[in-house]
């Protein structure tokens, strides 16, 4: 089986793509014990070639958790002093937990992860291990490559070379860092172009008029969150989802308290901030 425009086969995992814009099921893989050099390799190039991957039927310990984690690099904290997610025992794993007692869902707006950072985070993984009853708590994902391409010649024009303020303390509260990116970046490992602001954390477009800038980002935001370049991810118990957060927004569905989901996630951190295109 292959991914989204590679002809080249795996062999070691199987990779099954859940629609041809975003996102894919991989199979013949346990995720309880450490991996071969193939898995690894071709879980690396399923994550370039996907943007997000899916597993199920994972019944991870934190251990285990955390190995997957580093094969993607070092693993990080969240940058937000104010969040609904907790610490565990494990300082590198957070537990998200919803029930009655819990105020809102977490991330339920589009985003990506914590794009006030300096250095965002390279990717996600979100293990849950119990979801609410009726497929309730799906998690959306979107594909910045394909919202970029879709865009018409003279707006890619015009937006490259613009940067744009992402804001963490209207999220998270005083002590969350603000930061400037590009709102046209390049993936470090694909190389392709996407469009880097989001409807949580970007606030202004810079050097350009207030109303512009109000404009722009209001148009770029709704485009982003289009359905063509999207997927709707419906969880099982012990389902795991591992998001590349520099080419892709998610947003958690808020339909389903009092009901329990719960799980545990780990953060991958990046190496450098956004590139301009
Ligand atoms: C998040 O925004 O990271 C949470 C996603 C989810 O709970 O589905």
Not at 149 to 155: I, K, P
Not at 184 to 202: C, D, M, Q, W
Request: proline share 7%.
């Amino acid at each position: 089986m292959t991914g989204h425009g590679h002809n080249e086969a795996y062999r070691a995992i199987s990779v099954t793509p859940c629609c041809p814009q975003i996102g894919a099921e991989i199979g013949n893989i346990d995720l309880t014990r450490p991996l071969t050099d193939l898995e690894l390799a071709e879980l690396r190039r399923a994550f370039t070639e996907n943007l997000v991957l899916f597993f199920r039927d994972q019944k991870i310990s934190f251990e285990d958790h955390v190995r997957l984690g580093e094969y993607f690099g070092p693993l990080g904290a969240h940058v937000g002093s104010k969040t609904i997610s907790k610490t565990t025992d494990d300082p590198r794993v957070r537990k998200f937990h919803y029930d009655e007692t819990t105020p809102r869902v977490s991330g339920d707006k589009w985003h990506t992860d914590q794009s006030c950072a300096a250095v965002p985070p390279l990717g996600s993984i979100l293990y849950n291990h119990t979801l609410p009853p009726n497929g309730r708590g799906d998690t959306i994902f979107a594909s910045m490559y394909e919202a970029y391409d879709a865009l018409s010649d003279r707006m890619k024009t015009h937006l490259e070379g613009l940067t744009a303020l992402h804001d963490g303390t209207r999220v998270f509260g005083e002590g969350t860092p603000k930061s400037n990116h590009p709102v046209i970046a390049r993936h470090p490992e694909s190389g392709r172009k996407l469009i880097y602001v989001n409807r949580e954390f970007t606030t202004r477009i810079n050097d350009v008029p207030e109303e512009e800038s109000a404009a722009l980002l209001s148009y770029l935001i709704d485009h982003c969150a289009r359905p063509e370049w999207s997927y709707r991810f419906r969880w099982q118990p012990h389902s795991i989802a591992f998001w590349d957060n520099r080419c892709t927004h998610h947003m958690a569905v808020s339909d389903y308290l009092p009901a329990v989901r719960s799980g545990y996630r780990v953060q991958v951190e990046g190496s450098a901030p956004p590139v301009a295109a």
